[in-house]
């Protein structure tokens, strides 16, 4: 339909219908009209799959994906052009037609909640990767919609936080990945983030929203709101947000239609604004269209090979005493608590259902057999005392007292619920309502257990009528759970013996004020690592050739909704891996993690390898990759410190992190990241850019010339090693010295090339005028500065083996339009 089809559409509507078209009909989808034949839209998360209009806890079945730091770790933006690709069919077999994805915010610290869900620290490998992942979905006519629009890079009070940046390290740095998804990419669809940026709600930030997003880049697409993230009427519509979600409206409906006709928002602004919702469901083919898509499970051979793929090219090797890969060896002790279970994603929105889970344990057995593998878990690495699961009566009631009579009724099978919508048997309004659970729990060894629960929402917890967590009333209080709505885990110790059978019950009432409209619960119980865990651990490490320890986080510590606490492994796992490195020289550590960790055993080990969360296939990925039938060709997209006291945050300062008097001010500006580490010369743990492989490459005869919009660097990349493989060569610019402070250097290129042995092949790395610009704030342009700009071309940040100059004769800035 041509932009006159839709503008003789727009004036059939009145302003009711066009008002419908700006805000949700309910959690995932926007109204249809069916007077003029305008279909319904639906938008399903995220990042790593599509979970379809169901809970973030079960639901129906979706391939899982590798998390985005995964991703990242490719350094391969072809890959995340056939995941892109591969997702958009995930979110057709889901009935949706917009994926919200991807997410591009920059890792600025190592403990922020979401890191596992984003890229990079750096904005050039995030917009490389960014784009293609967008090409793949739109090509096949599903809506990407790239966030968190701007400055979400903590989850600490991320509903209310001002995010105060300066303007060049915005333009540089935080904004760039989004205008490459705008000029590279042609976006369909871009979602606010919750915070303020520089005291505004960036739902209502005209300067980000109209003035750079839309008068400067031409963005042409849709602004959603996060979801409950909008936070007025007439100041969203003027500024340019086009929809909020979710529905029903809160802020539009009748109050937009009050607010045109008392003048406070012009009518040409909301036809404006339903012209792009009109636009985009034309571009993803509903507009004017009926065609009812059931959601499906689909598990799809195709997808499950991707993912396989996908999942080793973004394991990172960062330590290899020629140890790895291994070559059949006699035994092997399978250790460590991510070992026999399957950690696949982080936690949050991006949370979905998975087809099923691959064990690192099940991965390894299924190519060695059972003969030679021994298994023990050695310690727990949980944040949470462990699901509570089995049959459970839960009854539904019209109140927050639990009184009267139950209007539903369910079994559920463990104790553990997301309530935003949909439950309840639709019988009970999401903010008005209590749940009665009982059911019986056996035990299988007597002793001191772990009785844990948290909830966004009051709680109180019963073992045989006999209350033993109460949280109710004043007794609750909120803390980072459920999206920062939920209280923090509440742990009573409770002695329990073998072979008895108890009654727990559970009583649940929702909040009276819920700024997310999520209310949950989630009871637990377990017991804590002993020492006799390790020793058995350590005794089967002794006794065979080759210890792998499986070690990390879980997507209870790598969340949406709060920060890590530290960036230390949890509970005694550096403690299992000395103890078992102590008595067996060939010890190898998997991570699973999703952002940096501290290694205090690093040099006692033989083998490291990085492997985040790989989605559903992660124990055959990782299997791949350890028995050699797979490269671990990924490689560092966010610098590992050696402490965390290392990182550009950590000065005490806590107006810098976490936030202070509701601000959180990026001091540091562009120097975070790697460009933190060599601006104050810190030897990071393991540099931005760095993996070893199973190939070894070398870079001869760099060379620098001329191209139509800037300059195309040349180098040869030899593999002199006996396997193939692949190579990240990176170009990194190194600027002039000139009144304009800038980072010793930065990432303006790369390219991943595959070689077999004694192969050369010659790399073009092309940097473009506004890689050698920075941005001039008291001009409003990009200035290129004179001098020297030398590029330095290696395989990491620290790894630097050829360098190039480019000379500048006179400074200059770029005219608009010219990039």
């Not at 079945?61 to 892109?84: D, H, M, Q, R, V």
């Not at 993230?229 to 409206?249: C, D, H, K, V, Y």
């Not at 559920?412 to 009970?428: I, S």
Request: with cysteine; aromatic share 8%.
């Amino acid at each position: 339909m041509s932009a006159t089809s839709i503008n003789a559409l727009l004036d059939a509507m009145t302003l009711e219908e066009q008002v419908s078209l700006l805000s949700g009909q309910d959690f995932w989808s926007i109204a249809s009209i069916q007077r003029l034949g305008i279909g319904e839209l639906r938008v399903t998360d995220g990042p790593n799959g599509a979970r379809g209009s169901g809970s973030l806890i079960g639901g129906n079945k979706s391939a899982c994906f590798p998390c985005g730091i995964a991703l990242g770790a490719t350094w391969n933006p072809e890959l995340l052009y056939c995941i892109g690709s591969a997702i958009a069919d995930e979110v057709k077999s889901k009935g949706a037609h917009v994926s919200l994805a991807p997410t591009v915010n920059l890792q600025r610290t190592a403990t922020n909640g979401r890191n596992f869900e984003c890229y990079s620290e750096d904005a050039v490998l995030t917009a490389s990767l960014a784009v293609q992942f967008i090409k793949g979905l739109q090509d096949k006519q599903i809506g990407a919609t790239i966030k968190h629009f701007v400055g979400n890079e903590s989850e600490i009070q991320r509903t209310t936080i001002s995010s105060e940046i300066d303007e060049r390290t915005l333009r540089e740095h935080y904004l760039y990945p989004f205008e490459q998804a705008v000029k590279q990419a042609d976006t369909w669809a871009i979602m606010s983030s919750y915070n303020k940026l520089n005291g505004v709600y960036t739902s209502e930030n005209e300067w980000l929203l109209s003035k750079v997003l839309r008068d400067e880049w031409g963005f042409e697409g849709i602004v959603m709101s996060d979801w409950f993230g909008s936070q007025s009427t007439a100041p969203t519509i003027n500024s340019g947000l086009n929809l909020e979600m979710p529905g029903p409206s809160r802020d539009r409906g009748n109050k937009l239609i009050a607010a045109v006709n008392e003048g406070a928002v012009d009518p040409e602004r909301v036809r404006f604004l339903a012209h792009g919702m009109l636009t985009l469901l034309e571009r993803v083919g509903v507009l004017q269209t009926h065609t009812e898509r059931e959601e499906q499970s689909l598990d799809r051979p195709e997808h499950r090979e991707l993912i396989r793929v996908a999942g080793a090219e973004a394991t990172v090797l960062l330590k290899n005493d020629n140890l790895l890969p291994l070559d059949h060896p006699s035994s092997i002790a399978v250790l460590g608590p991510n070992a026999d279970s399957a950690q696949i994603m982080g936690g949050g929105s991006a949370q979905l259902n998975p087809h099923y889970a691959i064990t690192p344990l099940a991965g390894l057995t299924a190519q060695l057999g059972e003969e030679s593998i021994v298994y023990a878990q050695g310690c727990s690495n949980r944040r949470y005392e462990p699901l509570i699961t089995g049959a459970f009566q839960a009854d539904y009631f019209t109140n927050r007292e639990l009184s009267g009579d139950p209007v539903y009724t369910e079994t559920v099978d463990q104790l553990h619920a997301f309530l935003m919508e949909g439950f309840g048997g639709g019988k009970v309004e999401k903010n008005h309502f209590s749940i009665l659970l009982e059911g019986d729990i056996r035990i299988s060894e007597t002793a001191d257990y772990h009785l844990g629960a948290f909830s966004a929402g009051y709680i109180r917890v019963y073992l045989d009528e006999q209350l033993i967590i109460d949280s109710w009333g004043d007794k609750w209080q909120r803390g980072t759970t459920f999206f920062e709505e939920g209280s923090e885990e509440r742990v009573e110790s409770v002695s329990l013996s073998q072979g008895h059978t108890y009654r727990l019950r559970v009583e649940f009432a929702c909040l009276p004020n819920n700024k997310l409209g999520v209310s949950g619960y989630r009871v637990g119980l377990g017991l804590p690592t002993s020492d006799q865990d390790i020793a058995e651990a350590v005794e089967i490490a002794k006794n065979t050739d080759t210890a792998i320890v499986f070690v990390g986080r879980n997507a209870e510590w790598d969340t949406e909704g709060g920060d890590l606490p530290h960036i230390r492994l949890p509970g005694r796992q550096d403690e299992l891996i000395e103890a078992v490195a102590a008595v067996n020289s060939k010890t190898i550590v998997v991570l699973q993690t999703g952002g940096p960790v501290e290694m205090p055993w690093l040099n006692k080990v033989s083998a490291v390898l990085q492997a985040w969360y790989p989605g559903q296939e992660a124990g055959n990925s990782i299997a791949d990759v350890l028995l050699g039938k797979q490269e671990p060709s990924g490689r560092l997209a966010q610098t590992f410190p050696v402490a965390y006291e290392d990182t550009p945050i950590a000065n005490g300062d806590a107006q810098v992190y976490p936030g202070r008097e509701g601000k959180i001010v990026y001091q540091e500006g562009e120097f975070f990241g790697y460009r933190h580490y060599d601006e104050h010369d810190i030897e990071p743990l393991f540099a931005f850019g760095f993996g070893l492989g199973y190939a070894q490459f070398s870079l001869q005869d760099a060379q620098a010339e001329q191209s139509h919009d800037g300059y195309e660097v040349m180098v040869n990349l030899s593999n002199v090693g006996k396997r193939t493989g692949q190579a990240v060569v990176q170009a990194y610019l190194v600027p002039p010295t000139g009144e304009a402070k800038r980072a010793p250097q930065a990432l303006k290129s790369f390219v991943k090339a595959s070689l077999e042995p004694a192969q050369t092949s010659q790399i073009a790395l092309p940097i473009s005028l506004r890689d050698l610009a920075f941005y001039d704030v008291d001009e409003g342009r990009w200035c290129v500065a004179s001098g020297i700009h030398r590029v330095d071309i290696g395989f990491s940040s620290r790894d630097i083996k050829q360098c190039v100059n480019i000379e500048i004769a006179e400074p200059f800035f770029l005219e608009d339009g010219s990039f």
